[in-house]
Structure formats: C-alpha cells, structure tokens
C-alpha cells in the first residue's frame, strides 16, 4: 500500500507540472484543447492525492510500523478513532494533507468555472498548480543524509535512484517529509500519538484550518489571474467572492475550535495564549476580513483595487508563513515540531519567491487599477471600511511582530525572549475597541458623506444605549474602566444591529406590504451577504463581551483537601469525597472525586484526573468544566498523595467563557447566511449549466461535420 | 502484484484521461458570444440588484436625497445601456438567445425600465427581417427569431423538432 502512495505522489507531481504549462500555453494561444486537458489535470491531481491519502489512512489503520510515519506517530494499543487522525499529526503527514486540500479546492474551482469562458480560470489553476507543485516537491525531494542508515538500505526504487544520481554519501538518503518512507526493519512498537492530540478536537481542528489557509489560494490564484491576463476588472472578485468567504468560514471555525480545544484540553484554564502557532491562524484571519470587507468598496465603488491585491497577497503570503511556522518548529511553542533546516530553507524560499512574484506582478500591471472614484469625505461608509482595513492590518503587523520578537531577539541578543500575553494584550486592546466601534459604525454610515442628519438618525439612540448600559454597570458597582468601555461599545453595537433589523423590516413592509414575520425572512434571505455580515457582527460582540469578561474578572484558587474535607471559595465550596487510580489500555489513571456546591446546594459531583501515558511517557492533566452560562468553574487535578490521603485541586471561575462559543456559532450561523447562492446566483448557475449542456449536445454533431 | 497492478492501471487512466482532449477532435463548451451575453445578464443582474440595494439605503436614512437621485440616474443609465447591448447581442443571428430578457426584478422602477427596453426591441422586431424567418410561440404565439430556444415573450420552451437542426 505504501507503493501506491509513494507512486501516486510522484504520478501527481508530474501531472501537476504538466497542467502548469498546459494552462498556461492554453490560455495564451486560446486553445480550448489544451484548456481541457489542464482542466482534466486538476481533476487527475485530485484524484491522486485522494489516492495517497486513502493509502496513508489505510497504512496508519492498520498500522503498520515498518513505515516511519505510522511508527512515529501511532502505537499499537492507540485507538483506531485517533490513529486516523495521526495522519496530520507530524510534517509529513500535513504537508500531504494541504496538497490534498489545495487539489480538493482546484478540481472544485475548475469545475464551477469550467464554462465560463475567461483566461482568469486556466491561469489561476495554473497558480493554484504552481502552489500545488512546491508542496509536492517539499513531500518526494526534501532528503537528508542518514548517517545511521547505509546506502544498502534505501529500498525503495525511485529513493535508489535519486541516491544514485546524486551519489550520496556517508549514509543512506532519507527523505525528510515522506509520510510513505519505510523503515529497513520494523520497530516493535510505535512512539504513540502526544496525549495532547488524543482529543476529539484532533479530529476536526487542524483540518479545518487547512481549509481555511489553503482556501485563501483560490483568491490569491484568481488576483494573480487578474494580472497575468490583463482583465484586471471586479471580475475576478466576482468569480473568487464565494471562495474568498468559504475560506473565510474555516479560518474562523479553525481558530475557535482551536481556543475550544486549548481550554478543554490544554488544562490552563484559558482559550488563548498568543502562542505561535496560534497567531499564525490569526494573522491570515486579519488579513482575510481587511480582504472581505474592502472589495465591497471595489465592487460598490471601484475604489482600493491596488489595496485589495495587496491584501490578497499578503493573506495568501501569511498563510504560507502559517504553515511554515506551524511545521518548522522554528519558535518554540506548545506546537512545538522538530526543527529542519532544508525544510525551512525550501520554505523561505517559496515564500520569498511566491510574494516577490506577485508584487512584481502587481507593480508591472498597476496601471490597470486604477481607482474610479476620490474618497469624498473622512465621514463616510468608505472612510470607515478603510479605518477599518488600517486598524485590521494594523492589528495583524502587531501580531506578526509579537511571534517574530523571539527570532529578532535571537538575532541581537542571543536568546529567544518572547514578549508574552500581557504584551499582545496591552497594545492590541485599543485596536480591538476601535474596530469594535466601527462594527457599529461602518453599516449605518452614509456612502459617500455623512451629514448631521444622517449621523443623529442613525446614531442617536444606539450612543445613547451604549452610554446607559456603561453607566447603569457603573452603578451597580463594576469599577473596571477596560470593562466599562467595552461593554459601553459592544451594548453600542449591538444597538446598531437591532436598529438595521427593524429598520430594515420595516422598509420592506412598507415596500411590499408584507408583515413581520415575512417582512424578516425576506429581509435576511433577499440581502442575504448584508444581513448574515450583521450576524457575523453579533457573533463578534457576543465573542468580545466573553473575552473582556473572562480575562478581566478570572478568579482562581489552590484548595488542599483532605479525603472528606471541605473548602469555600467565591460563594462555591469543594469537597473532595475518593481516589481511585486504574489502568486504560494506553494509560494509567489517577482519579479524584470531589463534590460542588453552589450556594450550600449541591451543583455537581465531578471527577479530577490525571493521566500516565505508556507508549508517549508523558503525563497529562485534564480538566473538568462544570459549565454555565455566567461562568465555568475550572478544575484540574494539581497533585496528589500515593495513598490519595489529600489532593491539591486547581479551581478557577471563568465568567461569561460560555458566550465565547455561543458567539462563535452565531458568527458561524451568519457566514452560512452570507455564503447562501442568492437567487442571482442560483440564475447564473442554472443558465450557464444550461449553455454547457447545449455545447455537450453540439459536441456530436461538431464532431460529425468535422 | 497488486500494488504494481493498480500503479499500471493509474498510469494508464490518469494518462489517457488528461490526453483525451488533445488525441480526439474535442469541442469545448464554450462560444465567445455565449460567454458576452452571459457577462451582459451578469452585469445586467448586478444593476438591478444595485438598485434595489440603493433605493433600500435610501429609505433606512443611509443616503441623503441628491446623493440617491444622483446615483439613481446613473445606475440606470448605465442600466439602459446594458439592456439595449444585451438586446444587441441577441439580435445577432451568429449565437441564439437562450434566455429572454425577464430577470424578474421587483420593483416597480426596473419594471418599467425592462418593459421600455422590450417596447424598443418589439418596435424593431417589428420592421426587422422578413416573417418568414420567426418561430411562433405554441403557448402565446408570439412571434420569435428562429434560433430561439424559449419563447421571448412568454419563456415557453419552443419546440427543437418544428425548427429542425441546422
């Protein structure tokens, strides 16, 4: 089975190379031959690497040690709903996995695409394959020279003779990121997966940011299409507009995933740590809203066309750089991989290559962009899509500094000093308070210039609301300035939403007389990119009220019980009732038992562990949320007797944390309205579906004339 | 043997699958004009929506009067346009209309701004080329060019068999 894999990626390499040069020489001498074949080449490709990743899934369920990867990743005794997932649990593996998706998102653009008769589509699956091409060459021809292996042992044939050409020497050749290199014997057990990634969140985390990072290169295909072809109009931002936000949905759902996962598993009690690998999700995230929210500006307007270009490739570029970051281990971080330099090496490489082309690009076709339109005045909806982009842009170079600093400090002093949460915390708050307030603002303002008429109607009542709650939170005693602003804003906010909602129904009932409930429907599903745009707005207030809660007003607490003994803390009390410890089949487990009242009432009985893992040596510290809706209470195990005579239990009160994940639903919920086909979409589609099944039935009687 | 039997039957069938095109006297699916019209309606659609859009943000305060009647008339203006362009395209006999001009917009304005453009194009239908060259309609017998495909009037599906293959 690891033959059909390896030979399928070297068969996929090919084919991608050869749909390059077919896409290209196709659209520039119009040849709808050539065209085709590079279309089938996308699909090929597809087909390929679903191929080797069926065959790495098979290999890691049977698990079968002798390939490097199963051994390294899995152990015998992993259960089977995590040995599948050990698939993106190391480099190789993951790099497999982009490509997979990057040939996934191809074959479905070529297909949306393939009758729409522009050179965009040919030239951007030429990017999209070009992309494609380096992961590939990264997975078959990044080797290093195993010094404990000897040239004997290299048994694959195509290693053989890549050895041989090169003439190897002082070991065998190995390659470095090949999830289907074999061992020359077969360990008698696995190292096992870190227990840290046993967790469902495993399952769906790291795919769904490769959704999210790879789906930003169907944008940045297009961008560059638009320039390679010279048809430099709002219609490549037509035509990516659908994948632009579908990535957009990943990244998002990648990174609260990823905050869930963090504060499920990782036992710290918070959802995020400025860690990385963590900023290197959200940077691509910065920058994909900036993207999304200034090509409406393009398409209303025709203005930013040079910005938007810019930002797509500064997405595309910070997404490339996420994934370098992420797998080179070159910071540390509790993501933390083996470092290579051939690996990093190639990777700056491509980033560098990748992002001088595409500015080299953009600056010899810059004539072609220009802005139709001036900015009329600071006070208007274009000014505040553009505050908006500075202060997202803005927000993402301070994130990128922040993870670089340990590189920097490296570099001049010597050791890596990160700069830490407060860091990012306290230089960020003011950006974040800003683009708050332009949630609020940036929809209700007026296009062009705003008058005082048009400010006091649409503004009046929501300052004012936002001003009552911040006061009315004053008098009931909360004395926190952080918090009396934020909440000042996000009651702001969400004012200006109800005010579009009602506003809007009841525009619509007095255009077409229809009544509430319908006037509502129609509202969301007429308009639907506008109105889930408020939903993702209220998902984003909801998201920020949990986070300047639960980071301002964290309450924590070391209890040391004796068995039976009970202790208050904040209104809650602790009793901690048995200890029992008991062997899994991949684990020993240390197991507390305690009781929680709320209140004198008893809330929940809830249990404590901690947990030994054989085959990884590691031991592993889960936590135990009792959840509610003003706030979690967080658990962990902190140490224990042999005999369980006494526990040492880590308690903290995380207020509002729930509303973090209910926030991230909505915004969810929203991005799905927003990415419905709205009904002149669903035409288009139909109509040109149409026109190509027409051509199909042309095609027999071409094919008889001819 | 199994492996090296599925890796013969990939090579062969990705192969011969990416070179089909190329091998076989392959006609694409699609035509320069097709794809004209279909940026028109594209457009077209884009406008209508615009419209709509503009006159909504008018009545939720979010435009001061001029600015709406400024931008108003220049939304259909280049409405017109597109419409007597796309109206253009279907008249040329080299690409058939596979799709009348009814978009279904809803407001009132767009009605009469779609209605005067069909008026116009009745008006030259009416001393364009000679009779004998139309279609008509079974549903409403309304008189269609003869590549037409749905009744322009009506959007009925015309008959393929009475116009009889080119």
Partial sequence: MSEIGQFSLLLAFLVCWYTVFAAIMGARRNSPELIASAYRGVWSFFFLLTIASGALM?????????????????????????????????????????????????????????????????????????????????????????????????????YRVMQAVLGVSGGGL?????????????????????????????????????????????????????????????????????????????????????????????????????????????????????FLHSVMIQEKRGMLKIWNMVLIIAAFGMTIFGTYLTRSGIISSVHAFARNEAFNLAFLLFMATSVMAATFLLITRVDLLKSEHQLDSLLSRESAFLFNNVVFVGAAFVVLFGTLFPLFSQVFRGVQVSVGVMWFNAILWPLWAALLILTGVG????????????????????????????????LFGMRSGYALGFA??????????????????????????ETIPVAMTHLVSRQNRRYGGYLIHLGIVIIAVGITASSLFQREADLTLRRGERKPFQGYAFQYLSFRQFAEPNRDVHAATLQVFRHDALMRTAEVVKEDYYAEQMRWTKAKILYTLKEDVYLTLGSFSEDGSTVTINVKLNPLV???????????AGTVVAMWPDKREREHRRRTALRGSRAERRRPEAAARA | MFSASVIIVLTIGVGLFITYPLLTRFRSAKSGEDSRTSDLMVRRDQLFHDIRELEFDYRMGKLSEEDYAELLTQ????????????????????????????????????????????????????????????????????????????????????????????
């Fill in chain 1, 58 to 158: 098979y290999l890691l369920a049977v698990r079968d040690l002798n390939v490097e990867y199963v051994a390294r990743y899995t152990s015998s005794n992993l259960p089977m709903f995590y040995a599948i997932p050990a698939f993106w649990a190391g480099n190789a593996g993951s790099l497999v996995l982009w490509v997979w998706i990057l040939s996934g998102y191809s074959a479905l653009m070529v297909w949306r695409h393939r009758i729409t008769d522009t050179p965009l589509v040919p030239y951007a699956a030429a990017v999209l394959m070009l992309v494609g091409s380096f992961f590939m060459t990264l997975i078959i021809f990044l080797f290093q020279t195993d010094a404990s292996m000897t040239p004997q042992m290299v048994r694959d044939p195509f």
């Fill in chain 1, 174 to 290: 190995h390659p470095t990121c090949n999830p289907f290199w074999r061992l020359p014997f077969t360990p008698a057990e696995g190292l096992g997966l870190n227990p840290q990634l046993q967790n469902p969140g495993m399952m769906f985390h790291p795919p769904t940011l490769y959704l999210g990072y790879v789906g930003m290169a169907i944008p940045f295909a297009f961008g560059m299409a638009a320039l390679v072809s010279g048809q430099a109009d709002n219609q490549w931002l037509i035509l990516t507009r659908r994948w632009t936000i579908t990535a957009w949905f990943f990244l998002s759902l990648g990174n609260i995933l990823g905050g869930w996962w963090a504060y499920v598993t990782l036992g710290w009690g918070g959802y995020w740590a400025w860690d990385p690998v963590e900023n290197a999700a959200f940077i691509p995230w910065l920058l994909a809203t900036a």
């Fill in chain 1, 443 to 474: 929809p209700l303002i007026a296009w062009r210039r705003a008058d005082a008429a048009n400010l006091r109607r649409n503004f009046l009542y929501p300052v004012a609301f936002g001003l009552l709650v911040a006061v009315g939170l004053a």
């Fill in chain 1, 488 to 513: 000042g804003i996000c009651a702001f906010v969400l004012a200006t939403i109800v005010q579009e909602f009602y506003r809007g129904t009841k525009a619509r009932m007095a255009i077409s007389k």
């Fill in chain 1, 658 to 668: 729930s509303w973090i994940w209910i926030g991230g639903a909505v915004l969810i």
């Fill in chain 2, 75 to 166: 939304l259909k203006t280049e409405a017109a346009e597109v419409l007597s362009a796309l109206e253009e395209a279907e008249r040329t006999p080299s690409e058939k209309p596979h799709e009348p001009l009814r978009a279904a917009p809803r407001d009132a304005d767009i009605e009469v701004l779609v209605a005067a453009a069909r008026q116009a194009r009745a008006a030259r239908l009416r001393q364009g080329p000679e009779p004998a060259k139309r279609i008509t309609c079974p549903s409403c017998n309304a008189a269609n060019p003869l590549e037409a495909q749905f009744c322009m009037k009506c959007g009925a599906l015309l008959a393929a068999e009475t116009k009889g293959n080119p």
